[in-house]
């Protein structure tokens, strides 16, 4: 009973931190559009990531729980279980200093340094790839984004340019729902499906992926709620950190991220939406030059991220090792 507690505890708290983190960040950036509609930007981001799963599958979060350690064996799920807290916890740490980073990145340190700890096998040609493509994702979105503003701009006015960017804007938007629900979002899907499992048949191995709709809708919901809940902070810093004005500079960085998130989803390595989306927008502010981008934002959130992974993964082998000793 008690390991279903903490799993159900865990796997509640990871999904709202989840909406206000990475929700929040998409909606706030679909909501920058002029005269998009909030109901719409939300819903559509809701329908997307509920349908993601059954349409494009769960192959990213079949990543989380298999290729980077081993954990269809005894204690795999509380190796889990450890990785995914300590990662809520350096994401915790660190926003509370400003530094606001990547939970995905966190995620990935603290399951394989929890497995390490706890003696099992660790794939290290798996990580070394996950976190190759994780580190390629978001160069890529900049150099996309980068390519795009500059396009963007060449683009000649029409008294029908409003109603054809809004179109773009919805159609890049839904593209940007599909490519997080396909990858990013699934470190979700991974958590509570573990949970679900324990809960069922208590801690042991870590199962098979399984996504019962009425599961899934009660996921959406979670991270709905954590998304609307930070959604005016997330708004400021993508309006103080990373200035982008023009309706299709907007356009631009969300098919950038896409693109970026799309490349790695087909190699079923997990990336972060939320740095991607960074990258994208960085990418077409510099496009217009290098003062567009506040520059100290940018590196506050490198930072960050430098250090999420080495701090993640330390925590989760000390976790992994208190598991082993009790």
């Known amino acids: 009973m008690g390991w279903t507690a903490a799993f159900a505890a865990t796997a509640i708290l990871f999904v709202l931190i989840s909406g206000a983190n ?8 679909g909501l920058r559009f002029p005269r998009a509609p909030g109901w719409a930007v939300t819903a559509l981001l809701a329908a997307v990531l509920f349908a993601g799963p059954y349409v494009m599958g769960v192959a990213v979060a079949r990543t989380f729980t298999g290729r980077l350690t081993e954990l269809d064996a005894p204690g795999g ?6 990785g995914v807290v300590i990662a809520v916890a350096v994401v915790a740490v660190l926003s509370g200093r400003g530094l606001p980073t990547s939970l995905t990145l966190a995620v990935i340190g603290g399951i394989t340094g929890a497995g390490l700890g706890s003696g099992l096998p660790v794939s290290w040609s798996g990580l070394a790839t996950v976190l190759a493509v994780g580190l390629g994702a978001p160069l890529v979105g900049l150099a996309l984004g980068y390519a795009l503003g500059a396009v963007s701009r060449r683009v000649p006015s029409s008294s029908r340019m409003p109603r054809l960017v809004l179109a773009a804007h919805l159609l890049a938007y839904a593209a940007q729902c599909a490519a997080y629900a396909v990858n990013d979002g699934q470190k979700m899907i991974a958590v509570v499906s573990v949970a679900v499992r324990v809960g069922h048949d208590g801690p042991g191995a870590v199962g098979p992926v399984e996504v019962p709709p009425a599961w899934m809708a009660v996921l959406v919901a979670l991270f709905l709620a954590g998304s609307l809940s930070s959604l005016t902070r997330v708004g400021e810093r993508l309006g103080r950190g990373l200035v982008i004005t023009r309706p299709l500079h907007v356009v631009s960085a969300e098919a950038a991220a896409t ?24 990418g077409v502010a ?20 430098l250090v999420t992974l080495p701090a993640s993964m330390t925590l989760g082998c000390l976790a992994g090792l208190a598991l082993r000793l009790l």
């Open 22 to 29: 990475d929700g929040a960040t998409l909606i706030g950036l």
């Open 77 to 82: 799920a509380a190796a889990f279980l450890a």
């Open 259 to 282: 693109s970026a998130v799309l490349g790695s989803s087909a190699l079923g390595s997990p990336v972060s939406m939320t740095q991607s989306i960074t990258a994208g927008v960085v």
């Open 286 to 305: 510099a496009s217009e030059g290098s003062r567009r981008v506040r520059w100290q934002s940018v590196l506050s959130m490198g930072t960050a991220w």
